[in-house]
């Protein structure tokens, strides 16, 4: 009933720019916050940078600075435009939404909880 779609991501030497987008697909009614996490080789997952809707912005501490979150409601996009790139930041970007309220053909409003994008790649060369 819902797919959140990522693109961008590439590669980049050390020191460079990217971004990566998200848009949520299907009859969407809203998504409360929306956010980025990414997972390197051999850790775990973790959160990157996270938008509620009419919300502040939260990040973690390693992208402070160099990272900017940012949302379109009325799209249902996410977009996430990283700076200041490090070999650190090297990892799989994933699209996330905590909670998705949308509406079944048949009218009804339903929810689900924890959507995940495919992920997109980001390599930063040093």
């Known amino acids: 009933q819902v797919q959140l779609v990522e693109s961008g991501g590439g590669l980049v030497q050390a020191g460079g720019s990217l971004s990566v987008s998200c848009a949520a697909s299907g009859r969407i009614h809203s998504i409360p916050t929306m956010g980025w996490y990414r997972q390197a080789p051999g850790k775990q997952r973790e959160l990157v940078a996270a938008?509620?809707?009419?919300?502040?912005?939260r990040y973690t501490d390693s992208v402070k600075g160099r990272f900017t979150i940012s949302r379109d409601n009325a799209k249902n996009t996410v977009q996430l435009q990283m700076n200041s790139l490090k070999p650190e930041d090297t990892a799989i970007y994933y699209c996330?939404?905590?909670?998705?309220?949308?509406?079944?053909?048949?009218?009804?409003?339903?929810?689900?909880?924890?959507?995940w994008g495919q992920g997109t790649q980001v390599t930063v060369s040093s």
């Open positions: 938008l509620p809707s009419g919300g502040s912005t």
């Open positions: 996330n939404a905590d909670r998705v309220f949308y509406y079944t053909y048949s009218g009804e409003l339903r929810n689900e909880y924890n959507v």
